[in-house]
């Protein structure tokens, strides 16, 4: 593994940066069990210390799982804290000490769809989804191929030099989202380009399409990709799987992508989203206030009440 950029806890970061660096070396340098029992504690304090995104993840659930009792729900959303938690430490760890990634087990289901020699010059748009797996499953697939990374920028200095750092443990192209020239550029050389697309990022560029049966604003750049540079598409999800193992499923999709139709694509991707969602729905990333988008522009008042 080679360092695409130094770590942001350097003698020349500033002095907060070096401190927060130390902490999560620190934190990190506890193993998976005892990462699970932090998991725990924080987990009891959520309530009190992460107010708002517990209420985001139960208005999220709400909708989503409208079938749910009031007590199977209050059960979800401390599952889905937990793993939500669980996830910051295991992304942590992969970011900072990549030596702990080599030493976990993963399970590959479909590794044949990234692997294939009869169009070694085709790029694929390897659509993935935010579970909360998701850096520490990209560091070990990465000990399988070769690919690049699409990601959005923090606003916060540290964070994101501490993205870029950790994520080029394991990618050569750790690419900002609106770049999307050197994506093209990628894909047209027969690259493989991670991104994941499960998240409202606005109703421009977006069409709104079905997800647990509400409309929600979906970026039509997976299509626009596909079709501008002939990229084969492959969806990628993944979940914990015990003891202390990760399963990672690639998928071809359900039809032929793309369609033409942005919209069309859309509902076939949201739908391969929701049914990888269902398999493990405590371990998706319910934080994100995946429907404040509202179709008729604006945003929608959803995370503003109280369930």
């Known amino acids: ?10 003698q020349t970061a500033p002095l907060s940066h070096r401190f927060f660096w130390l902490l999560l070396r620190g934190i990190t340098r506890l193993n998976y069990r005892q990462q699970k029992g932090l998991s725990r504690i924080l987990t009891g304090l959520a309530p009190t210390i992460a ?4 209420q985001i993840v139960r208005t999220n659930l709400r909708l989503c799982f409208p079938d749910l009792s009031d007590e199977a729900l209050a059960r979800r959303v401390k599952d889905v804290t937990f793993s939500t938690i669980l996830g910051l ?27 294939d020699p009869r169009r070694p010059d085709q790029g694929i748009l390897l659509v993935g989804m935010h579970f909360a797996t998701l850096d520490m499953i990209g560091g070990l697939l990465g ?3 070769d690919f690049d990374v699409m990601y959005k920028p923090s606003r916060q200095p ?8 950790g994520r080029g443990h394991y990618f050569e192209g750790v690419i900002p989202q609106n770049n999307i020239r050197e994506v093209i550029k990628r894909l047209k ?17 977006s069409v709104f399409a079905p997800f647990f049966g509400i409309p929600a604003a979906t970026i039509t750049a997976t299509s626009r990709l596909a079709t501008m ?8 999800s993944h979940f914990r799987q015990s003891p202390d193992g990760y399963f990672l499923n690639l998928q071809a999709p359900p039809e032929t992508l793309p369609t033409g139709d942005d919209l069309r694509d859309a509902e076939i ?23 404040k988008s509202a179709p008729e522009g604006g945003r929608r008042d959803l995370y503003a009440s109280k369930h």
């Open 1 to 10: 593994m080679t360092m695409k950029t130094p770590h942001p806890g350097t």
């Open 51 to 54: 107010r708002r995104r517990i």
């Open 89 to 115: 430490l295991e992304t942590l760890t992969a970011w900072v000490r990549p030596e702990r990634v080599d030493g976990n087990k993963l399970t590959i289901d479909g590794l044949e769809l990234l692997t």
């Open 143 to 145: 000990q399988y191929v």
């Open 158 to 165: 540290f964070v994101e030099a501490l993205m870029c750092y």
């Open 189 to 205: 050389a027969g690259r493989i380009v991670w991104y994941a697309p499960d998240q409202d990022y606005g109703a421009k560029q």
């Open 229 to 236: 540079t002939g990229a084969k598409i492959v969806f990628m």
């Open 269 to 291: 991707m949201n739908r391969v989203i929701e049914s990888e969602v269902r398999k493990a729905p405590a371990e998706y990333w319910w934080v994100h206030r995946r429907f």
